[in-house]
């Protein structure tokens, strides 16, 4: 039985004060959640602040993105060994914002992952389609390319120490939400081609639903059998509402 997981994905959010606050809030939610496993992925400036805050407790916690490189001339990145050090369990990579805004291609979302896997971080590997791609019934073609090009480069056992969030483009920020039967579909899409290469990695690889997950949503989505938790945006700013989400994960 695959364990849920409810992941926070701050994005490009939060101050010292905010910070405190937040993860101080969801100590006791996350600690009581004990069949759930709770994580927080922070802007790289903060993973320390984290690391420091969630001392003792179950909350896990990595970061939003990572280099492709561990040490040399790459200002303003991040290497997944530095990540690692500040006991990060977890690195999103290719996330639609990252592919979107800084050009990341399929490729260089591979060699992101590998990377974090070489530092031994758990990547959590962002896929989905856009509004036009979704209204053209594209979505599965989209979702396998974009699986194919990290089984290409990392092989298919790579995902037994992964994690795949699948976030429908069109459903980011704008307050839509794919419907619980269209998430649920796309997920059973996923864990099938990934079953076409090793049925035993497919039946055991958490996918997350990373498309404006929230407290209203979350308890249809979470019931679904092959959606085994959330990649969480706005709402994993607010204690209370991702506290609620937690809960409907329980």
């Not at 004990?34 to 896990?60: D, H, M, R, W, Y």
């Not at 639609?96 to 070489?118: F, G, I, L, P, W």
Request: hydrophobic share 45%.
């Amino acid at each position: 039985m695959r364990q849920k997981l409810v992941m926070g994905n701050w994005k490009l959010n939060g101050t010292k004060e905010s910070v405190n606050a937040l993860v101080n809030a969801l100590l006791a939610p996350v600690n009581a959640a004990t069949n759930v496993e709770v994580a927080v992925c922070a802007p790289a400036i903060f993973i320390g602040t984290v690391e420091a805050l969630a001392k003792g407790s179950a909350l896990q916690y990595g970061s939003e993105d990572c280099d492709v490189h561990t040490s040399g001339a790459f200002t303003g990145e991040n290497s997944p060994v530095m990540i690692k050090e500040f006991g990060c369990k977890y690195a999103i990579v290719g996330h639609s914002e990252r592919r979107e805004y800084h050009n990341e291609t399929n490729e260089v979302v591979a060699a992101k992952y590998e990377a974090a896997q070489a530092a031994g971080l758990i990547p959590v590997l962002c896929i989905g389609e856009s509004l036009a791609q979704f209204e053209a019934g594209e979505t599965a073609n989209v979702v396998k390319t974009q699986l194919q090009a990290v089984i290409d480069k990392c092989g298919i056992k790579s995902f037994e120490k992964a994690v795949i969030a699948y976030e429908p483009i069109w459903a980011i920020g704008t307050g839509k939400t794919a419907t619980p039967e269209i998430a649920q579909n796309v997920h059973a899409q996923i864990r099938s081609f990934l079953a076409s290469f090793d049925a035993d990695v497919a039946a055991k690889v958490q996918v997350l639903y990373g498309g404006s997950c929230n407290a209203k949503t979350a308890p249809e989505l979470f019931k679904q059998p092959d959606i085994d938790g959330g990649l969480v945006g706005g709402a994993s700013l607010k204690p209370a509402d991702f506290a609620a989400i937690i809960e409907a994960a329980k």
